[in-house]
């Protein structure tokens, strides 16, 4: 028989934080959500509370000396989970104003003792704490404050465990470093930043502790918008079952084992012709394909035409953009998939994105549609549009993504600007390249004073694939890929001369290593 | 000014209703009273005594442009509000003026407290209050 104790975890309804608290908040424990002022505390107070507070399972907020409570409830109304009905039916608040006045901890604590006892509340929040210690330490005369504001907090976690209820305590005050004896009688720290770089702002969560849980250790950017938090929890901490999109339509075969996607005969066709050739057979299910390539080369057009090569088969796609003015620049093609409904779109022009919140986007958007296709296009103004706090670490957020991508089964195609660069084989900016599966490279060519367009693939992992150099030209209806410029050489230094017919090459000998 | 109660009844009309048609101006100085008392008990325990009391003091303050008698001592920043204040201002009118301003008054505060916090919300912490009323009446009209 097991004996041991079984300890409830409560869902907090704040997407995202669950995953991070290591499976929901337990019950009867007693938290602190910390941080400084403006960093949405009384925010995910209240969300919380709105989320699990039921007539049977009634909330206290007690408001102290912080934020005056009909400011509060002006502003908390806002957000979309302020439910007016549940005010005084599932929630009561409380303002201990006259007793924090007073500065006495232990008139405070009798009447929330006092008021526990009456309404018998399964949630407590005492918000905020720093003022029940201003109010302490401007009292303190003989006392140590900090032994009688320990004695209360310890006190207060005592009484509420004992009286089943799950207690925070809001407060801007602590600061990390300090031993303050709050964080040793708290089961759970919540600690709320604003990570300030340039003239971004970043919302980032940590779990300091949360006793005897699994938490995600690190800093968790999070977005408040109107419906209130979003945690974004790296893509690792979901459900294995999160990840996956339901089912595959019925046109594609069942998606491969997204770790071993090479042992999978299966194979996605471009929608290009003779792509399919030049890559072995097509891009096998669950890779992920980087195509590079100058401005104007060609990288939306080969996107659009994955997609619609997708569309065509019955599958669904999802693309992730991220221009100024997606109308525009979006080709027609995409524009009717996305019309159609056949491609869902992430068009996340928020500010101060993060990478852990994009793929939270675009594996919404592949849930939503079943998707089998990502495209994003591009990763240069992906890059632009990340907050600058995570561009150093643009490359591991990336392996994130890539995995995350594979872990959902979807056959991914990112597309990246290239710079010209005549001297240096290069296929990406970022260094992204050895994190693809698969990569395409589109160059510009000078042949007799016209730019000509060739394409190459590069690399298809463990799988056999084209060594060719092909020419390609851009119509109304898409790609065409041509012949090999066989009469050509020194292609990729980007000034290709016409071979000598005997053996004698003209060839600049530096461009020609290329 | 169209302030609706859960009822859907005006603020006005529906303390007018508390009152006896014959009512003289002490009896309406009660319901007042008692009035103030039920919003004192609802709202206290959520904003602070301070809180109400400031919402008070602005109310009196905006009544009082239109009923001048209805004015009473300035304190800045009142720790309770004092509605005993109010019975000898309304005894002191007849008992139409007095009505007048009593409900320009609720109907002032009802209107206050939903530009801070808005009409759904103002609604429902209101609820008891104008419920209990509306009980308290039934049980008290039989006067003579």
New interface residues.
């Given amino acids: 028989m097991n004996t041991k104790v079984t300890i409830n975890r409560l869902s907090t309804g704040v997407p995202g934080l669950d995953e991070v608290l290591g499976g929901g908040l337990p019950e009867f424990s007693f938290n602190l959500i910390a941080g400084q002022p403006g960093c949405g505390k009384t925010t995910l107070a209240h969300q919380i509370m709105f989320a699990l507070a039921t007539p049977e399972r009634p909330a206290l907020y007690f ?1 102290v000396l912080g934020e ?4 509060m ?2 502003y908390q ?1 806002q957000f979309d989970f302020f439910d ?2 549940a ?2 039916r599932a929630i ?4 201990l ?2 007793e924090a006045m007073a500065g006495d901890l232990d008139r405070v604590l009798r009447r929330i003792v006092e008021e526990v006892t009456t309404h018998g509340p399964s949630l407590v929040f005492v918000d905020s704490f720093r003022s029940v210690v201003l109010a302490n330490a401007a009292q303190q005369t003989a006392h140590d404050p900090r032994t009688n504001l320990q004695s209360f907090v310890q006190q207060l976690g005592m009484l509420m465990t004992s009286w089943q209820a799950t207690t925070f305590l809001i407060g801007e005050y602590f600061d990390e470093t300090d031993a303050n004896p709050v964080f040793t009688v708290a089961d759970g720290l919540i600690w709320l930043r604003q990570s300030v770089m340039r003239n971004s702002v970043v919302r980032k969560m940590e779990i300091m502790k949360m006793r005897g849980q699994p938490t995600l250790p690190g800093l968790h950017t999070f977005r408040i918008d109107p419906s209130g938090v979003r945690v974004f929890a790296p893509i690792t901490a979901l459900p294995p079952g999160e990840a996956q999109p339901g089912s595959m339509p019925p046109a594609t075969p069942p998606a491969s084992s997204p770790t071993s996607p090479a042992t999978s005969n299966s194979r996605v066709p471009m929608g290009v012709p003779h792509l399919d050739e030049m890559m072995g057979g097509g891009l096998p299910r669950g890779y992920s394909l980087l195509v590079a390539g100058p401005s104007g080369s060609g990288k939306s057009i080969l996107a659009a035409a994955f997609l619609a090569e997708g569309a065509r088969l019955g599958e669904t796609g999802v693309i992730a953009v991220f221009e100024q003015h997606p109308n525009r620049s979006r080709n027609r093609l995409v524009t009717e998939l996305i019309a159609s409904g056949q491609v869902g779109v992430v068009d996340s022009r928020a500010p101060d994105l993060s990478i852990d919140e994009i793929v939270m986007l675009l594996l919404g958007e592949i849930r939503r549609l079943k998707a089998t296709r990502v495209v994003i296009d591009s990763l240069s103004s992906f890059e632009l549009s990340v907050a600058p706090t995570f561009r150093e670490d643009f490359r591991e957020s990336m392996s994130r993504l890539v995995k995350a991508m594979a872990g959902a089964g979807v056959t991914m195609l990112m597309t990246s600007e290239l710079e010209d660069r005549y001297t240096d084989l290069r296929f990406s900016p970022y260094g992204t390249a050895f994190l693809t599966d698969a990569i395409i490279v589109q160059r510009y060519i000078e042949v007799d004073s016209r730019l000509r367009r060739v394409m190459a693939v590069v690399k298809v992992r463990a799988s056999a694939h084209s060594d060719e150099l092909r020419e390609f030209h851009i119509e109304d209806d898409g790609i065409h890929i041509g012949s090999k410029l066989v009469d050509h050489e020194g292609l990729l230094g980007g000034r290709p001369t016409r071979k000598a017919v005997a053996g004698l090459t003209r060839s600049d000998p530096e461009r020609g290593l290329l | 000014m169209s302030t609706e109660n859960p009822l859907g009844v005006s603020v006005a009309t529906h303390f007018a209703s508390r009152v006896p048609p014959s009512a003289d101006s002490a009896q309406i100085a009660d319901a007042v009273f008692v009035t103030w008392s039920g919003i004192d008990a609802v709202l ?8 109400l009391a400031a ?1 008070y003091k602005r109310s009196i303050h905006v009544t009082a442009q239109s009923h001048p008698w209805l004015s009473v001592a300035d304190d800045v920043a009142p720790a309770a509000a004092d509605f005993s204040e109010l019975t000898p201002l309304l005894c002191q009118q007849s008992a139409a003026a007095a009505l007048a301003g009593a409900t320009t008054l609720f109907s002032t505060f009802h209107d206050l407290l939903s530009s ?3 009409p ?2 103002t ?3 209101m ?2 209050v104008w419920v209990a009323t509306s009980s308290d009446s039934a049980a008290k009209d039989p006067k003579p």
């Fill in positions: 408001t005056p409570p009909l400011k409830l002006r109304q007016t009905e005010v005084t009561r608040f409380i303002n104003s006259e | 206290v325990p959520i904003i602070g005594k301070r809180g919402l801070v916090v808005g759904s919300l609604e429902r912490l609820r008891p």
